[in-house]
């Protein structure tokens, strides 16, 4: 995994003095029925967000009823992310844990929350080892929501291809600069690991064009039967 040191920024703990929101992208796929085939939300149930930061993506599952739960990868985000969780008066566990190491029971969720995290893994072993970790701790019957870095993205566009899916963040202004990645160019390599833990796989790709940088994503929805 990428150098966890960058999560222990000073800016990090100042931006949690604001409110953050769900992400939209998060909300379509799993709370409506409209955009995948994959539909196994109900009223109550448990979550994991690993990666979740502000906590923010857990709001509307709280909301539900359900019971949420979360991952840091330093003992300093997992205390943000605590704070933000009363902050915005959730009700939530947040531990200290890893892609491929979290520390909850086999088949303990019907949700696992991935937006942003996976590509923070160097090797496609690793990448692998978290698919397998993500199938691990979800039930069957429950889905992984994954979000990932897609070929436009600037910060994608911005790194130095390492060798095969293996790259390197050249942008001095981010807080992420030297850092390696693992970027997926196409979806169908994705598609061939993900389909070693899980039995369905839908994709979707988010592009978005602004004056001054391009968002740009890849969306995996995989199943567990």
Same mark, same amino acid.
């Given at each position: 995994?990428?150098? #966890?040191?960058?999560?222990?920024?000073?800016?990090?703990?100042?931006? $949690?003095?604001?409110?953050?929101?769900?992400?939209?992208?998060?909300?379509?796929?799993?709370?409506?029925? &409209?955009?995948?085939? $994959?539909?196994?939300?109900?009223?109550?149930?448990?979550?994991?967000?690993?990666?979740?930061?502000?906590?923010?993506?857990?709001?509307?599952?709280?909301?539900?009823?359900?019971?949420?739960?979360?991952?840091?990868?330093?003992?300093?985000?997992?205390?943000?992310?605590?704070?933000?969780?009363?902050?915005?008066?959730?009700?939530?566990?947040? &531990?200290?844990?890893?892609?491929?190491?979290?520390?909850?029971?086999?088949?303990?969720?019907?949700?696992?929350?991935?937006?942003?995290?996976?590509?923070?893994?160097?090797?496609?072993?690793? #990448?692998?080892?978290?698919?397998?970790?993500?199938? &691990? #701790?979800?039930?069957?019957?429950?889905?992984?929501?994954?979000?990932?870095? @897609?070929?436009?993205?600037?910060?994608? #566009?911005?790194?130095?291809?390492?060798?095969?899916?293996?790259?390197?963040?050249?942008?001095? $202004?981010?807080?992420?600069?030297?850092?390696?990645?693992?970027?997926?160019?196409?979806? @169908?390599?994705?598609?061939?690991? @993900?389909?070693?833990?899980?039995? $369905?796989?839908?994709?979707?790709?988010?592009?978005?064009?602004?004056?001054?940088?391009?968002?740009?994503?890849?969306?995996?929805?995989?199943?567990?039967?």
């Amino acid at each position: 995994m990428s150098d #966890v040191k960058v999560w222990k920024d000073k800016k990090l703990l100042a931006n $949690s003095k604001y409110r953050f929101f769900p992400a939209s992208i998060m909300l379509r796929a799993i709370f409506s029925n &409209r955009y995948f085939k $994959s539909q196994n939300l109900k009223e109550g149930g448990s979550v994991l967000d690993v990666g979740t930061l502000y906590a923010n993506n857990l709001i509307p599952f709280f909301d539900r009823g359900w019971d949420c739960y979360g991952t840091e990868v330093t003992e300093e985000s997992v205390e943000i992310a605590k704070a933000s969780s009363l902050k915005q008066k959730i009700s939530s566990d947040i &531990r200290l844990g890893f892609n491929t190491k979290l520390p909850f029971d086999n088949e303990q969720f019907d949700v696992l929350l991935s937006l942003g995290t996976i590509h923070y893994e160097e090797t496609i072993e690793d #990448v692998k080892l978290a698919l397998k970790e993500f199938s &691990r #701790v979800l039930k069957r019957g429950g889905c992984a929501l994954i979000e990932t870095t @897609a070929p436009k993205q600037d910060w994608f #566009v911005k790194s130095k291809h390492i060798k095969e899916q293996l790259y390197q963040l050249d942008l001095p $202004s981010d807080l992420r600069h030297k850092q390696f990645f693992t970027f997926f160019e196409d979806e @169908a390599k994705f598609r061939k690991i @993900a389909s070693e833990c899980f039995s $369905s796989i839908e994709v979707a790709r988010c592009t978005e064009q602004y004056p001054n940088t391009t968002i740009d994503i890849w969306i995996f929805k995989l199943s567990k039967t």
